[in-house]
């Protein structure tokens, strides 16, 4: 069994960290964990609802407790997937930055847009036109994942089994 630490992904919305995230917990045999989902069951409601209810501070408060949680448990390592807007907070760039591995799943905006299309459950895309919606946060954002990440991975031509190797390679 390879003796990695826990490995943190983070990008925009549709980069496959989801995906990734699963494939790498079953090739490392370790527990997966998707901030968005932990924040839901802690919530006891969707993402949705808590935007609307509490807005999009409300949503980032949350996940922000969570990520502490979820680092500051005494735990096996892990494999956790991050929300996209994770980076937005200073104090969570903090928090990832103590990591020892914390890869960037990079996407193109052409290829966020395509993987993103199906979704319903994304409120940001709901507002405008997505297109716009992506490019403006991948400007804004880019740079925060490059600040906070160790190991960058393409994600765009490849498969999410290469990916998934790729990153594998990395550890
Ligand atoms: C968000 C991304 C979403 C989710 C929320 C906000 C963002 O996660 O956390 O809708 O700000 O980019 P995914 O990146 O898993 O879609």
New binding site residues.
């Given amino acids: 069994m390879i003796n990695a630490p826990t490995i943190i992904l983070v990008?925009?919305?549709?980069?496959g960290?989801?995906t990734i995230g699963r494939l790498l917990s079953q090739q490392l045999d370790r527990e997966f964990f998707?901030?968005?989902r932990v924040i839901e069951e802690n919530a006891g409601a969707d993402?949705p609802w808590i935007?609307e209810k509490e807005g999009e501070e409300g949503?980032r408060r949350r996940?922000t407790q969570t990520l502490e949680a979820m680092l500051s448990e005494e735990q096996l390592p892990i494999v956790l997937?991050?929300?996209?807007?994770?980076v937005?907070m200073e104090e969570n760039r903090e928090m990832l930055k103590q990591q020892p591995l914390v890869v960037y799943l990079f996407a193109s905006v052409a290829q966020q847009l395509q993987r993103?299309s199906k979704?319903n459950?994304?409120?940001?895309l709901k507002q405008g036109d997505p297109k716009e919606t992506l490019t403006r946060?991948f400007a804004i954002r880019d740079p925060l994942y490059r600040e906070v990440a160790s190991v960058i991975v393409e994600t765009d031509s490849r498969h999410p089994k290469t990916v998934a190797n790729k990153v594998m390679d990395a550890i």
């Fill in positions: 990008g925009p919305m549709g980069a960290k989801t998707d901030s968005d993402i935007f949503f996940e997937a991050t929300g996209g807007g994770i937005m993103t979704s459950n994304r409120p940001l946060l």
